[in-house]
């Protein structure tokens, strides 16, 4: 693992991107740019806030109670889930939502987009202990650029000689102003599963609101979903590639005081998690010496 240090000699750039370390030892790369600031922490690559100069709020949310610990998930942001969603589907065991959010992650690249923008390309380091869970030889690369809009690219190529299925998620959690007041668009007619209590496949009729524990997945869609927040005067847009299915989750209150990292009492209103996924049905096959990519991007637009 890279010290801050080290990061800042080789991908540092002046006055957008350093490196420091968290008082959990953890690295956290901290952007700033004329467009936006951002910061990811190396372990899971996992970009924990993002806020567009134009927003007087942060868009991606990042609970006040969230915790960096080495090997622990952090509440809030964008966790990156791979190589499956959920549970794994036969070694129970097995971390919910993959390994991918709980390891470390090397920098690759950074750099400054002709916008302004900022670019980090960063690899998942595989080691013998992930190997027990994913066998498999591959490559697994998330490229972020921090800007007016925020765009991330999860790709995974095969580099070894068999095909092997993968399942993943960029699971966004965005700020919204309450959780009972916000609508999600972009979902009318699909069909999903419907988790809470058991897993029963149904259609969504008309757009999405909230009043109690919501955790669904969209099959089948590839379409851009819009939250539209009266209360914060403003819509975020998430538009996707490569991922056929969307995840519409709130824990709401009873879930969230047994999570303890919500931010009780209600922290957890101040949230929903529209994510990007590939789950159920949508599962991609990854043929060998083949690469499979899922590209999200997020804007927010005044009301
Ligand atoms: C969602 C799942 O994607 O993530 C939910 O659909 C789950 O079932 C939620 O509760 C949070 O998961 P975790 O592992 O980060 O607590």
Known sequence: MSTAQQLNTRFGIDGHLS???????????????????????MQGAHLMTWQPRSQPLPV?????????????????????????????????????????????????????????????????????????????????????IVGETLRMELSTENTGAGDFTIGEALHTYFRIGDIGAVRVTGLENCDYWDKVGGSVLKRQ???????????????????ECVIEDDQLGRR???????????????????KAAKMGDMGQPDGWREMVCIESVNAMENVVKVAAGTRHTMIVEYRAEPV
């Open 205 to 223: 009729s008309g757009q999405i609101t909230f009043s109690g524990e919501t955790d669904r997945v969209y099959v089948n869609t590839a379409a």
């Open 60 to 144: 991606v949310w990042l609970s006040r109670d969230a915790k960096l610990a080495a090997g622990k998930s952090i509440r809030g942001g964008a966790p990156v889930c791979w190589p499956w969603f959920g549970a794994h589907p036969s070694e129970p065991g097995f971390p919910g939502h993959g390994y991918a959010r709980t390891v470390q992650w090397r920098m690759v690249e950074s750099g400054k987009e002709p916008d302004g923008a900022t670019r980090l390309l960063l690899r998942l380091q595989q080691s013998e202990k992930t190997r027990v869970q994913w066998p498999h030889d591959c490559t697994l690369e998330l490229t972020v």
């Open 19 to 41: 490196f420091a370390e968290d008082a959990g030892g953890l690295v956290v790369a901290k952007i700033s740019n004329a467009q936006a600031t951002a910061s990811l922490c």
């Open 236 to 254: 975020i847009h998430v538009a996707k590639s490569g991922s056929l299915s969307t995840v519409v989750w709130t824990p709401w209150t009873e």
